[in-house]
Nanobody
Framework: VQLQAFGGGLVQAGGSLRLSCAAS????????MGWFRQAPGKEREFVVA????????YYANSEEGRFTISRDNAKNTVYLQMNSLKPEDTAVYYC?????????????????WGQGTQVTVSS
């Protein structure tokens, strides 16, 4: 499966962005999906995950309430709505598919990765 993340950009603090992760080559409807981010000089960190049906979500503590993950299996796409953005949210955001479990925080659990989309939040 190929994943393509897009929707990043430059936004002022307090603004919003909606990231999309479009899958091709195979349906992702049976996979849990996650979003990660990586800032310069830092390790890739978990942001949020969603189970295959969209009925279960698992957020990193600091993002819950500001970020919302959702999915449309008919469109083979996962979304990340980000509100009240802060400069510390600046990073490359990656989507990933976990074909085995769900709610995993470690990048090693994810089998497929998108190429990342840059999010820059100015103060």
């Amino acid at each position: 499966v190929q994943l393509q993340a897009f929707g990043g950009g430059l936004v002022q603090a307090g603004g919003s962005l909606r990231l999309s992760c479009a899958a091709s080559g195979r349906t992702i409807s049976r996979y849990s999906m996650g979003w990660f981010r990586q800032a310069p000089g830092k390790e890739r960190e978990f942001v949020v995950a969603i189970n295959w049906s969209g009925t279960g979500t698992y957020y990193a503590n600091s993002e819950e309430g500001r970020f919302t993950i959702s999915r449309d299996n008919a469109k083979n796409t996962v979304y990340l709505q980000m509100n009240s953005l802060k400069p510390e949210d600046t990073a490359v955001y990656y989507c990933a598919a976990d074909t085995v479990g769900w709610g995993q925080r470690t990048p090693r659990a994810y089998n497929y990765w998108g190429q990342g989309t840059q999010v820059t939040v100015s103060s």
